[in-house]
C-alpha cells in the first residue's frame, strides 16, 4: 500500500508499506488506490484528504471525470460552430459528422419527433434509434414534415455518425448511406467482422461500403 508520511500537516514523504506494517512508521496515511498516484512530497492534509496549493487533491477517478464533464461541455459548442461554419455544405457536414464519431458518447443526442426544433449541430437518433445525426442546415429548423427525418434517402441536411469498435469506425449499414473517409483511414465492414483501408481519394463522399462487390478503393487488411 502507498502511504504518505504526515509532518505538521504536510507531505514529508511517500512510502510503500505493509498494511500490517503501519503502525511501525508514526505519522504516516494511507493513501486510497485512487489518490495514491496523485499525491506528492509538499502537499498539505486536513480533513483526511490531501491539497495542494490550496487545491483539494483530486482522485484519478475524479481527474477524468473532471475531464470528461469539461469535454462534454466545450465539445457541442465546437460541433456548433464547426456545423454553422460549413454553411449547410452537406459534404463539410458529412467531414465533421465522420471527425466526430470517436466522441460521438460524449455528446448529447436527442430522439427524433415530429415538429421538433434543431439547431445547428445538434445530433439526433434516427426514428428506429440505431444511428445518430448531425443536424447540418444553416439555420434553426422546425421539422413539421414528418418524412424529412433523420436517415431519411434524399434528405441532405441531416450527417450520419458513424458507430466505433476499438477506436474503428465501423461502416454503417445502410444501403447508399453516404459518408467522409479519408485516405489510408480504416473502417470495419458492416458487420464490423473485417477490416479495410480507403485507398481512395481524400475526404472522399462515399457510398461504397467496405468489401463491397467491384470496390477496388477499400482493400482488407490482413489479419
Avoid at 7 to 33: C, H, K, M, Q, Y
Avoid at 110 to 126: K, N
Avoid at 175 to 200: C, H, S
Wanted: glycine residues 8%.
Amino acid at each position: 500500500m502507498i502511504y504518505a508520511q504526515i509532518t505538521d500537516g504536510r507531505v514529508e514523504n511517500i512510502i510503500e508499506l505493509e498494511r500490517r506494517n503501519s503502525g511501525d512508521f508514526p505519522g504516516v496515511v494511507e493513501a486510497d488506490s485512487e489518490t495514491a498516484g496523485a499525491v506528492a512530497i509538499g502537499d498539505t492534509y486536513a480533513d483526511r484528504r490531501f491539497y495542494r496549493d490550496g487545491e483539494l487533491v483530486r482522485s484519478r477517478r475524479e481527474e477524468m471525470n473532471a475531464m470528461r464533464n469539461s469535454i462534454q461541455t466545450v465539445l457541442p459548442r465546437l460541433m456548433a460552430d464547426s456545423v454553422v461554419y460549413a454553411a449547410g455544405d452537406a459534404a463539410k457536414a458529412r467531414e465533421i459528422a465522420s471527425a466526430a464519431a470517436e466522441a460521438a458518447d460524449l455528446l448529447p443526442r436527442r430522439e427524433w419527433a415530429t415538429g421538433m426544433t434543431t439547431q445547428p449541430g445538434d445530433i439526433v437518433l434516427d426514428p428506429d434509434g440505431a444511428y445518430a445525426y448531425v443536424y447540418s442546415g444553416k439555420a434553426t429548423m422546425t421539422h413539421n414534415n414528418p418524412t424529412f427525418f433523420p436517415g431519411a434517402a434524399g434528405v441532405y441536411h441531416w450527417a450520419i455518425i458513424s458507430r466505433v469498435v476499438g477506436g474503428i469506425k465501423v461502416y454503417p449499414d445502410i444501403d447508399g448511406i453516404i459518408v467522409a473517409v479519408r485516405q489510408g483511414e480504416r473502417w470495419y465492414d458492416r458487420e464490423a467482422a473485417k477490416l479495410y483501408t480507403w485507398t481512395g481519394v481524400d475526404n472522399a463522399a462515399c457510398s461504397w461500403y467496405p468489401g463491397q462487390a467491384g470496390v477496388h478503393q477499400w482493400q482488407e487488411v490482413s489479419a
